[in-house]
C-alpha cells in the first residue's frame, strides 16, 4: 500500500488549501481514510477521516466547520478542503489509512489503528 499526500503550501489566516491522498496497491473498499497532523515539538493530532463505502466522516473539534473530507472511489483518492485557515494549522499534514472495518466513528481518530501512512505536506498559515 503506498499513500501520497499533496496540495499543502504557505496561505495566509483566513485562506483555504486543498490536501489530496492518492492511495494505491489494494481495494480499499472497506477501509478508513484518516488525517493527522503534527507541528514541531507537539504530539500528533487527529483531523478529520471518512470510511470509503458508508461515508461516515469525523472531525476533530478544532477543525470542525472549516475543514471538509470527501473521497472520489474511482480515483483511490481523500480530499481535505480546508477554509478559513488559522496560524494554529500550521503543521505537517499526514494522510493514513486503516483496512480493518470501521466499527464507529470515535474509533476513526485512533492512530493505532491506521496500518499504513503517506509522506506528509506541510501546511503553513500565516497571521
Known amino acids: 500500500v503506498q499513500l501520497q499526500a499533496s496540495g499543502g503550501g504557505s496561505v495566509q489566516a483566513g485562506g483555504s488549501l486543498r490536501l489530496s491522498c492518492v492511495a494505491s496497491?489494494?481495494?480499499?473498499?472497506?477501509?478508513?481514510m484518516g488525517w493527522f497532523r503534527q507541528a514541531p515539538g507537539k504530539e500528533r493530532e487527529f483531523v478529520s477521516a471518512?470510511?470509503?463505502?458508508?461515508?461516515?466522516?469525523y472531525y476533530s473539534d478544532s477543525v470542525k466547520g472549516r475543514f471538509t473530507i470527501s473521497r472520489d472511489n474511482a480515483k483511490n483518492t481523500v480530499y481535505l478542503q480546508m477554509n478559513s485557515l488559522k496560524p494554529e494549522d500550521t503543521s505537517v499534514y499526514y494522510c493514513?489509512?486503516?483496512?480493518?472495518?470501521?466499527?464507529?466513528?470515535?474509533?476513526?481518530?485512533?492512530?493505532?489503528?491506521?496500518?499504513?501512512w503517506g509522506q506528509g505536506t506541510q501546511v503553513t498559515v500565516s497571521s
Open positions: 496497491g489494494r481495494t480499499f473498499s472497506s477501509a478508513t
Open positions: 471518512i470510511t470509503w463505502s458508508g461515508g461516515w466522516t
Open positions: 493514513a489509512v486503516d483496512l480493518s472495518p470501521p466499527i464507529g466513528r470515535t474509533t476513526m481518530s485512533q492512530a493505532d489503528r491506521y496500518d499504513y
